[in-house]
């Protein structure tokens, strides 16, 4: 029920709808990232939750202890992640959506991809945003190259 006692849909007052650009930041970087740049560029006063991923290089795969680790990506990374983020924010009602990854170089520990979704509701906000790192890392044409303590070397995603 409405304030004025009226009954509605559960969209009726605009922060329950869509942001008109929900789509904040999109990128693909060669410097370390910033959960904290992430969270920031999703702030909106109607969300009522929001998600956050951190993706971060782990010291292992496959039970083999991962010595290093590189990302590269194709010119179209960029543009595919924009891609999905428009399919997802016509998918649930995101109010804000970010998402950057990483390429080069990087060590154990580091954060090699942070997305975050804020929505009116926290449900939306965890759907939204796994749909959103699930489809990054399936469509988005980024691949890892893996060297492990053993001697052998992997690409993932190529």
Not at 33 to 42: K, P, Y
Request: glycine content about 10%; proline content about 4%.
């Amino acid at each position: 029920m409405r304030h004025d006692g009226v009954m509605g849909n559960r969209y009726d007052h605009p922060g329950e709808q869509t942001a008109q650009d929900p789509i904040r930041l999109l990128a693909v970087r060669d410097a370390p990232l910033s959960v904290d740049e992430i969270l920031a560029a999703v702030g909106d006063d109607a969300a009522g939750g929001t998600a956050l991923f951190v993706g971060t290089v782990r010291d292992h795969d496959g039970g083999v202890d991962v010595a290093s680790l590189g990302y590269s990506c194709h010119p179209t990374a960029e543009a595919e992640m924009r891609r999905i983020a428009e399919g997802v924010a016509a998918k649930f009602p995101v109010r804000a959506l970010a998402a950057v990854h990483r390429v080069g170089d990087l060590r154990v520990g580091d954060l090699a991809v942070v997305a975050a979704v804020a929505c009116a509701h926290r449900g939306e906000a965890f759907d939204a945003c796994r749909q959103l790192i699930d489809d990054l890392k399936r469509e988005v044409p980024i691949w890892k190259h893996q060297t492990f303590a053993d001697g052998t070397e992997e690409w993932v995603g190529a």
